[in-house]
């Protein structure tokens, strides 16, 4: 297969500055000599390729639109989603490590952490040398997160967590953990805050989550808090709005996946379209059959599609006027966009399509994950049907 060069049916390039081109195109090489090479066997081997995590800082990826002045690469959202849509164009499980290490990780510090909490873990952040996961989700509280039973008690010098989170993206090889808990027993109105906690701390613990399908080359464990002991410190003190500020994260993380979201599909595409010139049936290429160019025009028609929302979604994001629903609307559409290009591409291979030497079926039981994390498809639809009828149907 050709090297990847990228799909822009509707010259999107012409629209992207020189750095958001160059910073594309050093993330799409990355991608081509570090990740390609190495990913199928990570998958089947179902372990995330650590060897990438100091090379993806160098690269200056995690939490690239945060400030310099914390060590980060100070870049704008556009060039940010460029970089998860590259990302993720290897595989869905190196963009999540790179989204929660980021979006969910390195923006909550950012954003609701304290000076000290900031300059702590930030620059060790950038550079890979410290690696965090976010705890949100819980065992019995998926979609409904404000249900959550993880609790903080405040006591004589710090807190006391106890608890348990469920489905953690690189939950046993984070060194420090945000974790959201319960504290409406304080007589907190909002009831939710979240800690920095370092996940060496007497009572944390982590294993595995086994038997998965989805995502194999990424680390996805449970969480056990019993009687975690932290400092005062270890709160994040502008973390008070509830369950407004793990959401708040959860919108720079699905701003991410709108965009990687169209990676996958893109390298599905060129995948699909290489194998149709390339395999004679009937003693022709496939790719000149009519059944296989409409379902390349399919596909195409869909990744067009999904790169102008995401190229609208950036330039909205960098001018400060994105919603958390047109967010969703993004995350919802691509996610399911490139669920589809992923699974008409592993049919367009035959049964090629079902090994791990090509992407497509990999691509496709990511996808399954991508869809489902961040907020459901079901639940996105209920964002954008309360916001159209004002009417709550959660
Ligand atoms: P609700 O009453 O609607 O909202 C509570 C407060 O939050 C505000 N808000 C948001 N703010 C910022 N961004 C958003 N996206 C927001 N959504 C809501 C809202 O205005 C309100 O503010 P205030 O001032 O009135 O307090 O809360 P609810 O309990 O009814 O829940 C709403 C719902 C269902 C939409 C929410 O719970 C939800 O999004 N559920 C889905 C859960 C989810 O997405 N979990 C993701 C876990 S992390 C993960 O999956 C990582 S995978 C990463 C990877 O590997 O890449
Ligand atoms: P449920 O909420 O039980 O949903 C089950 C079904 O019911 C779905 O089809 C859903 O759409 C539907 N449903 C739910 N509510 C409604 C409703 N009101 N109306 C109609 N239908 C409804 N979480 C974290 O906190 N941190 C992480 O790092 C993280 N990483 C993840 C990595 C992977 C690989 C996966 C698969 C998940 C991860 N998650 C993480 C958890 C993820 O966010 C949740 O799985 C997701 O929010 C859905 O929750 P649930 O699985 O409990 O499904």
């Known amino acids: 297969m050709a090297r990847f060069e990228g799909i822009d049916f509707y010259d999107l390039d012409s629209l992207f500055t020189e750095e958001e081109r160059m910073i594309r195109d050093t993330v799409r090489a990355f991608v081509e000599d570090r990740v390609m090479p190495i990913i199928g066997e990570a998958y089947i081997e179902r372990k995330f390729p650590k060897q990438l995590i100091p ?14 002045k914390y060590g980060c690469a100070g870049l704008n959202n556009v060039s940010y989603g460029l970089i998860m849509q590259e990302l993720e164009r290897g595989d869905s499980g190196i963009r999540s490590f790179v989204s929660v290490q980021g979006a969910l990780v390195m923006y909550p510090i950012f954003a609701f952490g304290s000076e000290e909490h900031r300059t702590e ?8 040398e410290a690696i965090g996961c976010f705890g949100l989700t819980e065992p019995d509280y998926g979609s409904d997160p404000g249900g959550m039973i993880t609790t903080a008690k405040q006591t004589s010098d710090g807190w006391l967590l106890n608890g348990g989170k469920m489905w953690i993206t690189n939950g046993s090889m984070a060194d420090v953990a945000i974790i959201w808990a319960q504290t409406r027993e304080l007589g907190d109105v909002k009831g939710i805050r979240g800690f920095v906690v370092p996940t060496n701390t007497p009572g944390f613990s982590s294993r595995d989550q086994k038997g998965k399908l989805s995502l194999l080359a990424s680390d996805t464990s449970e969480i056990v808090l019993q009687d975690v002991e932290l400092p005062e410190s270890a709160v994040m003190p502008e973390s008070t709005g509830g369950l407004k500020h793990p959401l708040m994260c959860l919108t720079q993380a699905r701003y991410g996946i709108s965009w990687g979201a169209v990676g996958a599909a893109m390298a599905c595409f060129h ?9 004679l049936m009937f003693g022709a290429p496939i790719g000149g059959k009519q059944i296989q160019q409409v379902r390349l025009a399919d596909m195409l028609t869909s990744i067009t599609t999904g790169q102008l929302l995401t ?6 994001k960098d001018e400060g006027t994105m919603t958390p629903q047109q967010v969703s609307l993004a ?22 399509g079902i090994l ?21 498809h079901d639940i996105h639809s209920l964002i954008l049907g309360q916001k159209l009828t004002g009417l709550s149907a959660f």
Not at 311 to 316: A, D, P, V
Request: hydrophobic share 35%; glycine share 8%.
């Open 356 to 376: 791990v030497e090509y992407n497509s079926m990999r691509h496709m039981a990511n996808l399954e994950s991508v869809y489902t994390y961040e907020g459901t």
């Open 331 to 352: 995350k919802r559409a691509n996610a399911d966009m490139a669920t589809n290009v992923a699974r008409e591409a592993r049919r367009l291979l035959g049964a090629n």
């Open 121 to 128: 873990w930030l620059p060790k952040l950038a550079t890979g």
């Open 55 to 68: 090379e993806l800082g160098e690269l200056g990826v995690y939490g690239a639109n945060l400030p310099e």
């Open 271 to 279: 995948e699909a379209l290489s194998y149709s010139k390339e395999r």
């Open 311 to 316: 190229y609208r979604l950036g330039r909205m």
